[in-house]
């Protein structure tokens, strides 16, 4: 066998490792992805499949850089900037376009539809928004959640704790206001109660 021929073999193996690779990586990771962008996109996710679609393209351009082992949180800090870049470039909707009936709502979007959920969201910065989201909707923790922030483990694990504190005063400050726009003076002297017993 002469040496050129050696190397086409060789380049053979290696187009196959990757394609089994991206196969794995696929089949393992798209729906999350897909899922990360339809919660974090308007009026119900409509270009979720084709930012998931750029996200994993730039996984296979990238294929070299993706660690192994974690590749789902370099996936989703993908998709973040993925997503940066398509709001940026974001065009109004016409009225004609919208749906009058929604289609297919996923679970977690539903939840998101709770006004009182999205008002104590709503009183979060954004990054505390992002921190919350990872681990309660995307599963992401410890070293992954470190990785899609892009910091040390120990920098994501004080953002949690920072952001769960800050969650815990938000639902707190919601409930009170709730109650205050009710105008039910003893509901709200039970909930000082309560807080002032923690």
């Known amino acids: 066998m002469d040496p050129d021929e050696t190397a086409r073999v060789d380049d053979g193996d290696d187009d196959r490792d990757d394609t089994a690779w991206f196969d794995a990586l696929f089949a393992a990771h798209a729906g999350a992805v897909h899922r990360y962008l339809v919660r974090r996109l308007p009026a119900g996710g409509a270009d979720a499949e084709d930012l998931a679609a750029d996200v994993l393209a730039t996984a296979w351009r990238r294929r070299a850089d993706v660690p192994r082992g974690a590749e789902l949180p370099w996936l989703y ?17 016409p009225v004609a376009v919208v749906p009058e009936v929604p289609d297919d709502v996923d679970p977690a979007a ?37 990785q899609v922030l892009g910091v040390s483990r120990g920098g994501a ?4 704790s920072r952001a769960r504190a800050r969650l815990r005063a938000a639902w707190d400050a919601e409930t009170q206001d709730g109650e205050t726009q ?14 002032g017993a923690r």
Do not use: C, I, M, Y
Not at 137 to 144: A, C, F, K, S
């Open 77 to 93: 800090r993908t998709a973040g900037f993925v997503l940066a870049n398509h709001r940026r470039k974001a065009r109004p909707t």
């Open 110 to 146: 539903l939840a998101v539809d709770d006004d009182r959920v999205r008002a104590v969201l709503a009183r979060l910065s954004p990054r505390d928004r992002q921190v919350l989201l990872l681990v309660a909707w995307d599963g992401v923790g410890g070293d992954g959640l470190a």
């Open 157 to 160: 694990d004080a953002a949690l």
């Open 182 to 195: 009710d105008g039910d003076g003893a509901a709200e002297g039970d909930a000082a109660a309560q807080a």
